[in-house]
């Protein structure tokens, strides 16, 4: 019966099997791989097997499967597969065919993990010609396996056996391995596809070599398919693992042509052969068939390389492999004899030998390639005969030889091989044919069978195996390589777009992928077009006759991305299809007939292409750079744009800074920089001394000064001048005479420029009056010199006159040195309108287009376009020709812009002024003309200007430009500085730019960030862009314009263009936003789930503390669950909505209003534009929460919005709010959020629903036990204790843990062994969420903010639906624990889930006396003893109702078990093992989190027993390791006054008091000198990371004699600065946040947390993983200070490299040393620790003594004294203010540190302060007197 059920899947193949698993249950698949085991048997009964699965190890290996993420969609899932027995596969032997060589691999060869990391079932071993050393299959010790036709015949070797079981259909597919055609010639024999790959694609790693240089693994299969589908699965590079690993080409040879040519032998040889040669002529008959040209060739060379394989010294590789076992002098029974004789001839060869056959090689190679230069494969006989087992046994090696005539030069010539049958002979036997391609051509080959076999075989008439009869193959077909050429456009250049040509940078921004360089058919023409610009292009023009063939690139373009691609095509050029010489049409860039018709256009068509005709321009034009050195006198933006021109015109640039802009983008971009040390712009960037110093040291010849600054300073032109220096811009002259306005106004008239009626200079308020009247109000009253909006004012009427002159004639003197006054009529709803010009400084001008500017704010512009929208073409003209005759006239020079009044209305325009210089805007004349205006002023003022009355400026399309500013729009624009976290512009846009992520924005300069610069063929395009970039567009870290932005450029009146100056000033701008009035004692922004899968790493997952209220809130307004919300905490914000919104409030009861009226929670609420929020002190609970319709927008750190304090990440701004914070509400998600149903949106939640908090402070908490319990750490009569007793919320309790006050526990151990003197101590493992944990007698309960990684033992785990009650309890509150089972922990949390998701009634399930077990559960799951050689204990402890802590070995510190955690780490994401969330790895344990959605307990439980068989256990391994040398500043002061802050606010006398180093010294018997030493000469090997937070390593020295006694900080300190490094004992931590902590601190290093990722070796936030090594060197305080700088902005060079850490050389030179190791050893555990002990047990006793909370009494001061009492229970940190100082009502008096936040307490009346009763550090209780007051009544 069981042989029948497995005969139905004999010939399946990998499509079948998954079919059929697909098709039935997972059950009834296993059982079908067990009925295929199970009939099977290995040698001598069937010589082909030499190892089976057993139903042991069958077992597991589908249990692992069946567990595995998106298992169905594996290539090989549950497909059985064979392996050669040179293949290491762990759970089998290898033996290589010799029994006395047998060893049980440690782990799987590369390609084996592969194939089971594929989906693959390793069912069996199979056997080979003994040390793969053999083509006949006959050189084994187990048997000689037949060929599968007949039992006469050999099946071929070396990888007979599983040729055989594929041909018999057991298995689709199996490995072989061929070196000389062991992967081919078994193919032949026994009508298979055998795949022999590009040498070096699949790794041999794992593989006992036959020839290591040579080796290949192999892949035997029935079709092309599955042979396909190996290869694409096993073609991995292994660099690491394998000397002669590669990395297979991303873009491989598809196919070959139609017309392929392939070589075949002039001469075949075939050994007296007579059946073979029909065969093989008959192959290449249907090659040519199918299109191939045949062509024959000379193979000496290939065959003399052939023989060289055995003839010559690669022999010895054969004994180098076997080299170590031979020494061994194993037993001789089992040698195969020949195989002997064979491996033993190596000995005769020499080192001169091995070099005299390379030299041989290597020329033989030359000669093959000149053979093969017109070849594109070769085909040939598999073999040429089909041997007898009778003829080997005659003549051995002879045969073996003949059989490779065909095969042994491929590897040696580095080529692929497709081995493929092609028909039976007429005794019934098969042969084959190979095609053999160069290399990586692998795939082009098996596309040429797949053709070979449609007409060699059509209608799938193919055998294959020995399925000879009613078979139809329908597997031939292959898909080729996966290239994602399918998504994306094929595109031919001619012109600048060309490698190397200015425009390149094009193809580049939209991702495009070079193909090759062709050329056109002979139909076009080549046109040099007329220049526009800097940049000359080309036009392409098809004709019928006297064309040519021009030369072109062609480039593959992402579809996605082609519509960019086409936008930056400017006129006359559009994109058509050109026909390549092939005849293949593509895409192209064609001409219109306007352009090379145009004036000016030149046929180049002679040159042939483009970059021929730049050459004989090259050659032919004297080229002249400008200048070769140009100081850039400005920052920001404008500098980094004008640096890139700058770099374009290879000149080199030099960049002028300031103290903030020290790591500024021009500063990095610059090829030179000057410091101009200060701060202010006055010091630097206005500072002509300094800049005019810098151009003299650096040499420059030539200072462009940008906008702003210095540009239009007249003074600075002509010192520039006088030091013999270009000013890149107008004389000094001119910039006076454009400077005053008055001035301007006659320089305008006698251009005949337009003016706006008006005076010249006025002297007195009368004359004003006089002229006022005259001009007719309303006028404007102008300072001469005003500029920025100063000095300017609107006059209405003849009342206010007077007035208005004398205070502009003030501003103009006090601001700008000049008193100068005139007026001109104002021109009401008056456009701006300016046009750029350029002046070759000899009365030659140029107007290049117009700009709009009119949308401004406080005369300040917003956005731009060009050209200028609503206006008359003749107007346009008029207006350009104004400007070019104002800048005749006054022969100006370089770049300027002159504006003008618009009156649409009356269709004029007035002369407004002049900017001489470039404007802010001047990259939206850049886009539609194409030229480069920077460009153009640099060649200017070198008086190389180009001659204006030859240039034709053409206006292509429109551009749009929005200024990104940081400011506040919601805070009238108020700058808004910062850290920039998030910064996302669209690519596809032009983004001048300045900033990056990390930038730092300072209040010192101007507020602009950024200029995003759109361009559209016509204005509606330009309009849809400039929308979608201002979405695109964000910036996180500062408040931005942005909204703004998006506001105005989406607004009917932009869109219709009806704009003027002042329409900013009355548009209804309506943020989406709400503003913080009051913050509340510690308001956050959260999100749920939070931070997910960090904790490894000890990043928390932060979110919110009562994760049950928190999804309510979002449920009840509609919200997705992840919406980031509001979290509150004992007393609420103030909050004014500039929006409508939906809100909704849950979480304890507090008093809600809204504009002063009480409004309920737990239901949603419409709040509209202008509403007051105000959320009181909560009343019962600790915490609220507030959500919002739509979420609010803060940036996305590691997966979540939610804010982490500490690591300063995360929520806004990575902090609390604070008054005057403005938060966005996510308009971009808005349609994304349902509100729930009209019978539901306006009512409260079912009372069912609502978390039932208590009113008298008692909390029931359901817990399970574990991972720690009684009897191995706690005594089983303090179990009772623990649950039985009330624990008491201490005041120190926040979102980093709650401690409790409690029981004092009863320890079943006297200490923590290794881990520490306590009891509580332990090896640093990872916490569950919600673990209670002691430290020292002390519990704590983890909490969402709290540390991952510590060293001590948690008695039990919140259950995950109770831990909402851990984020309400409060200090003073009481919580009685209860045992719960796994299972009802889960039942509470479904129900829990679906209670929010459904809001049904009565759903939720709560916490009652029925769930809660009599006794508590043993929390061990289950104990595994010691298997010596092959695992340690393990103890699998149960860590909450979503987490298992694994634990292996005893309670010490040892590599090899660092390593097994590191082992079953990576097999778990090797497997991508479903329901398994993350693998958390601590010294001696890994804390598995799993989603027991997914995975049950027992089922996760099980899987790890599994993974336990596949783990290898031994001492010689290695591993991955960076060793990171990092600068230390020993002892610095800010890691003293970490010290001195804990003895001033915590502890003023402990052991550690006041020096760590000391303390370290003391209990160690060494000198403080010796622990400065020690810091530095010591080597920390990282086992685990979140010490204390954001990746800080638990590092222990490697050096034993390194491994100090130590003892941690208690209590711990509140503050440790960031970077400080800390002994604890045996281990090292470096604290990458700053944070609480408990290390002894000896120095301070760089931080090692980069946030922003800002560092280039960055690839995640943390810098050290584990296994990396880390040293530290000494540096000064002031240099540790620069370098902590660099690496905060990003330019620190970590100092690491990469090796591999080897075990086995580590345990040697540990023996070497073990002497003066164990002399140490033995000091540390006798005297030292008995001086230790002792001294820590006084230092506690002491601590008990004198932690009491100071009382004071209130009978001592005057009767109408005011008592002052706090409302918090905390440490008292500091006074501010002083006893006797008089103080305000609402002044601080002093601060309470309490849940890691420093709560301030006020007075409420004026008055005097009698006394402050508490010192720092003391403990205050809530209701304690903190001050009195004597007040002071009015």
């Known amino acids: 019966m069981t042989n029948n059920i497995a005969k139905k899947t004999l010939g399946w193949s990998i499509k079948d099997w998954i079919e059929f698993h697909q098709s039935v249950t997972a059950d009834e698949s296993f059982k079908q791989l067990q009925y295929l085991v199970e009939c099977q048997q290995i040698a001598p009964t069937d010589p082909a097997w030499l190892s089976l699965c057993s139903a042991d190890t069958l077992k597991k290996q589908w249990q692992i499967l069946q567990h595995r993420s998106g298992k169905e969609s594996l290539p090989l899932y549950g497909v059985p597969v064979a392996i050669k027995d040179n293949i290491d596969a762990r759970g089998f032997p290898t033996t290589a065919a010799c029994p006395s060589f047998l060893y049980e691999p440690e782990k799987d060869s590369k390609v084996v993990k592969l194939l089971r990391n594929a989906g693959a079932i390793i069912i069996g071993k199979t056997n080979l010609d003994q040390f793969a050393t053999g083509l006949v299959g006959t050189r084994s010790p187990y048997g000689k396996t037949p060929c599968v036709f007949s039992d006469k015949h050999v099946s071929g070797g070396s990888s007979a056996g599983s040729a055989s079981v594929v041909a018999r259909g057991i298995v689709p597919i199996a490995l072989g391995t061929d070196t000389a055609g062991s992967g081919r010639v078994p193919a032949a024999l026994n009508n298979l596809i055998g795949l022999k790959p590009t040498k070096g694609t699949f790794s041999c790693q794992g593989v006992v070599p036959a020839c290591k240089s040579l080796d290949c693994v192999s892949v035997f299969s029935l079709n092309l398919s599955d042979a396909e589908c ?146 594109d494969a070769l085909c040939v006989p598999t073999c040429p005969l089909n041997p007898t087992f009778e003829d080997v046994s005659n003549e051995p090696i002879l045969v073996n030889s003949r059989q490779g005539t065909w095969t042994n030069f491929v590897n040696l010539a580095d080529m692929a091989a497709l081995a493929i049958p092609s028909g039976f002979r007429s005794d019934g036997l098969p042969t084959g044919i190979t095609l053999i391609g160069k290399k990586f051509t692998d795939f082009a080959l098996l596309d040429l069978a797949q053709m070979y076999f449609q007409i060699a075989y059509p209608n799938n008439s193919r055998t294959f ?276 306005k008055h001035s301007a106004r006659e320089i305008a008239k006698k251009a005949n420029v337009p003016l706006v009626p008006g005076s010249s200079l006025i002297t007195t308020a009368h004359e004003a009056k006089e002229i006022a009247a005259k001009l007719e109000y309303p006028i404007m009253v102008k300072s001469t010199a005003g500029g920025g909006g100063i000095g300017l004012q609107k006059v209405e009427s003849e009342d206010d006159i007077e007035r208005i002159f004398e205070t502009v004639k003030h501003q103009g003197a006090a601001y700008f040195g000049d008193s100068g006054v005139f007026m001109e009529r104002f021109i009401e709803n008056a456009r701006h309108v300016e046009v750029q010009i350029m002046g070759d400084g000899l009365g030659n001008a140029l107007a290049i287009g117009e700009r709009d500017c009119s949308l401004q704010r406080r005369n300040q512009k917003i956005i731009e376009e060009t050209p200028a929208p609503n206006l008359p073409e003749t107007t346009r003209q008029k207006l350009r020709e104004a400007a070019q005759r104002l800048g005749s006239l006054l022969k100006y020079k370089c770049a300027g812009t002159v504006e003008f009044i618009y009156d649409e209305i009356r269709d ?66 108020k700058p808004s500085p910062g850290q920039l976290v998030e910064v996302e512009f669209p690519k596809w846009a032009r983004i001048d730019t300045w900033v990056s992520k990390g930038t730092i924005v300072t209040p010192e300069y101007d507020p602009t960030l950024a200029k995003i610069i759109v361009h559209g063929k016509d204005r509606h395009d330009a309009l849809e862009k400039l929308n979608k970039a201002l979405v695109e567009t964000k910036v996180s870290g500062c408040i931005t314009n942005i909204d703004y932005l998006r506001s105005i450029s989406s607004s009917e009146m932009f869109r219709d263009a009806k704009v003027s100056t002042n329409i900013l000033n009355s548009y209804d701008y309506k943020p989406s936003a709400m503003e913080i009035i009051l913050p509340g004692s510690h308001t956050s922004i959260q999100d749920y789930p939070g931070r997910k899968g960090c904790w490894r790493i000890g990043v928390p997952p932060s979110g919110p503390m009562d994760a049950f209220s928190f999804r309510l809130a979002n449920k009840i307004v509609g919200n997705n669950h992840k919406a980031p919300a509001f979290e509150i905490t004992l007393n609420g914000p103030t909050i004014l909505f500039h929006i409508d919104a939906i809100i909704g409030i849950t979480g304890g009861a507090c008093v809600c209003q809204l504009n002063n009226t009480q409004i309920e929670q737990f239901k949603p609420i419409h709040v509209t534009s202008g509403d007051k929020l105000s959320i009181g002190k909560l009343l019962t609970g600790c915490r609220a929460y507030l959500a919002i319709r739509g979420g609010v927008d803060v940036p996305e750190y590691l997966g979540s919005k939610s804010t982490f304090t500490l690591g300063n990440f995360g929520g806004y701004s990575g902090r609390c709010l604070k008054m005057g914070d403005t938060l966005f509400i996510d308009q971009n998600k808005l349609n994304k959020y349902v509100l729930p149903g009209h019978n539901y949106s306006d009512q409260p939640l079912s009372y069912s629903l609502l978390p039932d908090m208590p009113t008298d402070k008692q909390w029931k908490i359901g817990v399970l036990c574990g991972p720690h319990g009684s009897p191995d750490f706690f005594k089983p009569e303090y179990v009772d204790s623990f649950f039985s007793e009330k624990w008491k919320v201490h005041y120190n309790s926040n979102r980093f843990g709650v401690r409790l006050s409690g029981p004092k526990p009863v320890w079943a151990r006297k200490d923590g062994g290794e881990g520490g003197l306590h009891p509580s101590n332990a090896h640093d493992y990872v916490y569950s969420l919600g673990a209670i944990n002691f430290t020292g007698d002390e519990p704590v309960i983890v909490t969402c903010d709290g540390p991952s990684l510590g060293g001590f033992v948690c008695h039990a785990v919140v259950a995950e639906s109770e831990l909402w009650k851990v984020g309400q309890v409060k200090p003073g509150d009481y919580i009685q624990f209860v045992p719960i089972s796994f299972e009802s922990a889960r039942e509470l949390m479904k129900s829990q889930d679906v209670a929010i998701n459904t809001l049904e009634p009565k759903s939720l399930k709560t916490l009652d006396d029925i769930i809660t077990l009599p006794t508590p559960e043993d929390p061990v799951l289950r104990l595994l003893p010691e298997r010596p050689g092959i695992s340690p204990r393990i103890t699998y402890r149960q860590a909450g109702d979503r987490y298992i802590l694994v634990e292996y070995g005893e309670n010490i510190m040892d590599l090899n078990i660092c390593y097994r955690i ?83 606010t915590i502890r003023s006398s402990a052991p550690w008091l006041p020096n760590n180093a000391d303390f370290v010294a003391n209990i160690n018997g060494i000198t403080h000198k010796d622990v400065y030493d020690l810091v530095y000469s010591a080597r920390f090997m990282v086992l685990g990371l979140g010490d204390v937070f954001l990746g800080s390593p638990c590092a222990v020295p490697l050096d034993p004699r390194h491994r100090l006694l130590g003892s941690k900080y208690n209590p711990s300190r509140t503050f440790t600065e960031r970077g400080a490094v800390g002994l604890g004992g045996m281990f090292m931590c470096i604290y990458a946040a700053s944070s609480p902590g408990g290390y002894q601190l000896m120095g301070r290093t760089i931080p090692i947390w980069d946030k922003l990722l800002l560092l280039s070796s960055s690839e995640q936030p943390w810098l050290l993983n ?137 007075t409420l009346h004026d008055g005097k302060v009698l006394k402050i009763v508490h010192k720092n550090g003391s403990m205050v209780d809530s209701g304690d007197l903190v001050v009195v007051i004597e007040p002071i009544f009015a």
């Open 908 to 973: 004029e325009f007035y002369f407004l002024e002049v900017n001489t210089r470039l404007q802010v805007e001047h990259p939206i004349t850049e886009m539609v003309t194409g030229i480069d205006l920077v460009e153009w002023m640099l060649v200017i003022a070198a008086d190389m200007a180009p001659d204006f009355n030859q240039l034709k400026i053409d206006v292509n399309g429109v551009a749009m430009e929005a200024r990104l500013y940081a400011e506040n729009p919601v805070h009238d624009f």
């Open 230 to 375: 190996c290869f694409k699965i096993l073609c991995e590079s292994d660099l690491e693992n394998d000397e002669y690993s590669r990395t297979y080409p991303r873009s491989p040879l598809r196919k070959f042509s139609d017309s392929v040519t392939i070589g075949i032998p002039k001469d075949l040889l075939w050994y007296g052969e007579e059946e073979n040669p029909v065969l093989y002529d008959n192959a290449i008959k249907q090659l040519e068939k199918s299109g191939a040209n045949i062509t024959k060739i000379d193979f000496e060379p290939l065959l003399e390389l052939a023989r060289c394989l055995y003839e010559g010294p690669w022999v010895a590789e054969r004994y180098s492999a076997v080299k170590d076992f031979l020494q061994k002098n194993p037993s001789s029974k089992g040698f195969d004899h020949v195989v002997k004789s064979i491996i033993d001839s190596a000995k005769k060869f020499s080192a001169v030998d091995a070099f005299q056959f390379e030299y041989k090689r290597q020329g033989l190679l030359q000669k093959i390639d000149k053979l093969l230069e017109n070849i």
């Open 1666 to 1802: 584990p296994f990396d090594q880390i040293e530290f060197y000494p540096v000064s305080e002031k240099e540790l200070d620069r370098l902590t700088d660099d690496f905060d902005y990003g330019k620190y060079i970590v100092d690491s490299r990469k090796e591999k850490f080897n075990h086995m050389d580590y345990l040697k030179w540990v023996d070497e040393n073990s002497k003066s190791i164990t002399e140490f050893q033995l000091l540390q555990e006798g005297e030292n620790a008995e001086k230790f002990a002792k001294l820590i047990e006084l230092s506690n006793a002491e601590l008990d003594e004198n932690d009491e909370i100071e009382k004071d009494q209130v009978n001592d001061y005057p009767e109408n004294s005011v008592m002052i009492y706090s409302e918090y229970s905390g440490r008292f940190w500091k006074p501010l203010v002083t006893e006797g100082e008089f103080v305000k009502s609402g002044q601080g008096l002093i601060i309470i540190e309490a849940m890691k936040t420093e709560m301030l307490v006020p």
């Open 465 to 740: 195996g020995i399925f000879t009869e009613g078979v139809e193959i329908n597997d031939d077909k292959v898909s080729g390589p996966v290239i994602s050429s399918s998504d994306s456009i094929k595109l031919a250049v001619v012109g600048a777009h060309l490698k190397g040509l200015p425009l390149h940078w094009q193809l580049e921004k939209v991702n495009a992928t070079f193909i090759s360089s062709t050329k056109t058919s002979k139909n076009y023409e080549l046109y040099a077009l007329p220049r526009t610009g800097p940049i000359l292009k080309p036009g392409l023009r098809r004709v019928n006759e006297e064309g040519f063939a021009i030369q072109v690139e062609t480039y593959s373009i992402p579809v996605e991305n082609f519509g960019t691609f086409i936008s930056m095509v400017p006129e006359p050029l559009g994109i058509g299809s050109v026909e390549l010489e092939n005849g293949e049409w593509v895409k192209s860039f064609i001409c219109e007939e306007s352009g090379y018709t145009a004036k000016g256009s030149v046929n180049i068509t002679k040159y042939g292409g483009f970059k021929t005709y730049l050459k004989f321009l090259e050659t032919n034009t004297k080229t002249k750079k400008p200048f070769t050195t140009v100081l850039v006198a400005n920052r920001g933006e404008i500098a980094v744009r004008i640096i890139k021109t700058l770099k374009k015109m290879e000149i080199q640039s030099v960049a002028i800074f300031s103290t903030p802009d020290r790591y500024s983008q021009h500063v990095i971009d610059a090829d030179l920089t000057v410091d101009l040390k200060g701060v202010s712009a006055a010091d630097t960037y206005l500072n002509i001394e300094k800049i005019i110093d810098a151009a003299k040291k650096t040499g420059a010849q030539a200072i462009i000064p940008g906008y702003g600054f210095l540009s239009e300073n007249a003074d600075f032109s002509e010192r520039c001048d006088a030091e013999g220096i270009t000013f890149v811009g107008p004389s000094g002259d001119v910039m006076r005479g454009l400077g005053l």
């Open 1462 to 1544: 590191h082992s079953l780490i990576g097999l778990v994401d090797d497997y991508n093992t479903a329901g398994i969330v993350e693998m958390s790895q601590g010294v001696r344990s890994v804390l598995i989190e799993f989603d027991p959605y997914v995975i049950s307990q027992t089922q996760l439980l099980t899987l790890l027993l599994a993974y336990e068989e596949e783990l290898p256990y031994t001492e010689n391994w290695t591993v991955n390791s960076k060793v990171i040398r990092l600068p230390m500043a020993f002892e610095d002061s800010k890691t003293m006054a970490c010290v001195a802050r804990y003895q001033e």
